[in-house]
């Protein structure tokens, strides 16, 4: 996922939580599933999603014992191992659409064609930072999504590192020149990522001539993390990376001996005119309702580094997979159900904001939309945001899983490419996983295979293939929150 | 630590069962120090290891929470942020062993002096490798010690992926101008090191151009570990380097899949002559029995990646800082302590076998040699190699160490450094440690001062000055054991 959801989240939880006030519907906000309260669902519906349960565990046993066991990892891996890093504006990553758009006709998923959408190409090209005095060292880095580059030669300068905006502006006369290091503390990737984003903007503002950014990870083996950054209007744009937090804290160690730090920093990095890049669109077509629809997303996409196999293959694939599964196991509910495999997630959400901007006619139509792109790891349950009603239905929905575990709900959902359809009130979710090292690997060379353990892929498959398929088929419309 | 360690300890315990069993002493080599069943010290003894109790708890109050709280982490982050890596045969190593020198002389330790020892000096250059086909991909690497280069244009060959030693003979029809990829599961350190010292010259018999071996690691984050290898006689020298577990893993299902794969590997690795380096040598000369010696070691010399901090920068610098803390607190033993800081150990326990070999002569004399080579993450106590009679009072000294916590003794004793001393019945300790993450950081770039922490290393100060002081002081001559 991209800085943006976390960027977003903060007005829309204040907007969510003044909705919520004004409908006296608090209670039904909780953080775990026993918190809802008050659920009141009428006896026909309770008896009509508890008769599920076959279907459900048959969706489940299949999935996770059964035909379709490790298929999520073996389509993930062939896909993953076959195209490796998916950046925006690349070939790679239209191939690797192409590939989904087959794989989706050659498992008999309808209604299958890729939606255009314009979006970024950004070079990395080759780049390096060499640590000149007080010793010569190489030094790790990571250009940002969306960095200007230097010349070839490259900027060499003194380097002056600080540990926070406020002690740049304090120290706001000793940075005109020099290349900013920000040797932040990791506090939480949504706190401290404003680092990352903003980082080249504040040190800009007060003449520094590159910005150097401490990764934005909990732990480190001497890994660069990337991401993406924005430049301030009017504001020189100097060019921007992450390095270690290993060589980050060893920078600041140098400064408080007071020695002279002097860096070489080299970057290619290059923004060339936009591409068209296309969202992969499936479906199971509804039997009743087809145009009603529930949505399972993830995004294609990835950064140009690692293999995008846990941000966001993991996702992707048990969204597609779901639906693949629930095809060949002949499931055709009332309501279609449509994944969605999103493009540049990475470089701003950029795909699906067209997607959804394009679709807005339909909006009302969207029944609830998933997303997966917080990790693959064992799931917990599902983050919701949704009517009271809603939330109730999904308890009980969510019962039916006691064979993947005690599955839970939260709120609010957490998706940055189903954001929109969320801040216009569609019902949704995102999967809520174990994903407590998430952020170790997070937009680095690390980000491959090995992060994805089969057992969970195939639970997390089976939870978005059961409640998908159960949400689709019910009697019941699933309001709007607006 | 380097490998030989490890190969070496197979002979060494089968050596130390066997005498033993003569002995009649199995009762008193327990894996923890409850089961030391059978001490029977004289009154007198015990009385004079109870009575070292205020200066040990000076020792250890002045070290964990006093004066010299943090000066370990100080001392080291000083050096290894000014040198860092320090390998054999390099400039910076004697730069930083002529620092080391005069750092002892600054603060007053006696008799220093380097002893000279011959080094191999092998450079790594500059490295890469590309995978070609199925599809172009940079392979991150770290050539490994002694290995040889490549030529300019490097070798461009398929590549044949095992798993094991039994697998590479199976197939060793298949591997005649092939590049050997090791995909070994990691199974211990001990265990599965052998892959990276050996797979080369196994690759070789059968003909392979070169050898890529899975990095030695229960934990990667694309992290390559380098290490030494070594040669069979009468076998064709190829390059050997490891790769990250990533890429081993990908390219091990690359074949299973069946597709072709092809790798170029370019190694600037060389071997030029042999240098002089030096072993640092300081001490406290003994108020008694000057001539009867404890010796506290660790190699200052490292890899030629990270900083070296860890390995061994930590276990040389408590032992060094143990030296400088007893001398500033005017703590002279009627025996010597001697700290070293050995050479070139990973290339070989090079320095410390020849430091070794030409103190023969005086060996009788060594009361006990201490070695930390495992880490200095948070103490449990002592690795010990001794007879019973010494393991006795090393339990009644340990009890001492209270403030500490439970300090606990276990044999045998792990130090590469210390080795041939233990190999000749001296009797010997290395630092017990909660190191159950070093191999994750082991012969990195990822081996910097962010694994140490400055409370770990004030604990392992004090435990090593402490147990140094007592035993250099006791009037028991400790018996070697043979």
Chains 1, 2 share one sequence.
Request: include cysteine; charged fraction near 20%; proline fraction near 4%.
């Amino acid at each position: 996922m991209s800085w943006i959801t976390f960027k977003m989240w903060v007005p829309l939880k204040l907007f969510v939580a003044i909705w919520l006030l004004a409908q006296g519907a608090c209670d039904a906000w909780g953080y775990e599933d026993n918190e809802i309260s008050s659920c009141s669902l009428s006896n026909d519906l309770i008896k009509e999603i508890e008769d599920y349960a076959p279907i459900v565990h048959n969706i489940i046993n299949m999935t996770v014992n059964g035909t379709y066991k490790r298929s999520t990892w073996q389509e993930l891996s062939t896909f993953v191992d076959k195209f490796g890093a998916r950046p925006s504006g690349s070939q790679v990553l239209e191939d690797s659409i192409q590939y989904m758009l087959n794989r989706s006709l050659n498992v008999n998923l309808e209604n299958v064609h890729g939606e255009n959408a314009t979006v970024p190409h950004w070079v990395r090209g080759s780049e390096s930072a060499t640590l000149l005095e007080p010793r010569k060292k190489d030094i790790a880095l990571l250009g940002l999504g969306y960095s200007v580059g230097t010349d070839a030669d490259g900027i060499t300068a003194d380097v002056i590192v600080v540990q926070s905006f406020a002690e740049l502006k304090t120290r706001a006369k000793e940075v005109s020149g020099k290349i900013v290091v920000y040797n932040q503390k990791f506090v939480s990737y949504g706190e401290t990522v404003k680092y990352r984003s903003k980082g080249a903007t504040e040190a800009a503002k007060h003449g520094a001539v590159a910005a150097l950014i401490r990764s934005v990870t909990p732990f480190s083996l001497y890994t660069p993390h990337t991401g993406m950054m924005s430049y301030g209007e009017n504001i020189t744009k100097i060019p921007a990376a992450c390095i270690t937090v290993e060589d980050a804290t060893l920078l600041n160690r140098m400064a408080d001996r007071g020695e002279r730090i002097r860096l070489n920093l080299k970057m290619e990095a290059q923004s060339y005119p936009d591409k068209i890049s296309r969202n992969v669109i499936a479906e199971i077509v509804g039997v009743e309702k087809p145009n009603k629809t529930v949505v399972i997303s993830g995004h294609i996409d990835s950064w140009d580094v690692g293999q995008g196999a846990m941000d966001d293959g993991g996702g992707a694939f048990i969204s597609w997979n779901s639906l693949a599964i629930l095809k060949s196991l002949n499931l055709r509910p009332k309501r279609t159900i449509r994944a969605i495999l999103w493009t540049a997630e990475e470089m701003g959400i950029v795909g699906a904001r067209q997607y959804i901007q394009e679709h807005r006619a339909e909006q009302s139509n969207l029944q609830f939309v998933m997303e997966s792109d917080m990790g693959t790891f064992e799931p917990v349950g599902l983050d919701v945001t949704a009517p009271v009603e809603v939330m109730c239905i999904l308890k009980k929905v969510m019962s039916l899983l006691t064979p993947l575990g005690d599955m839970k709900l939260r709120s609010p959902a957490e998706g940055p490419d189903i954001e929109d359809w969320i801040n216009a009130g569609v019902p949704g979710a995102s999967l809520w996983n174990k994903n407590s090292k998430y952020f170790w690997y997070h937009h680095t060379n690390a980000d491959t295979m090995l992060v994805e353990n089969p057992d969970a892929l195939d639970m997390n498959t089976a939870l978005f293939a059961a409640v998908s398929y159960v949400v689709a088929d019910l009697s019941y419309d699933f309001p709007h929150l607006k």
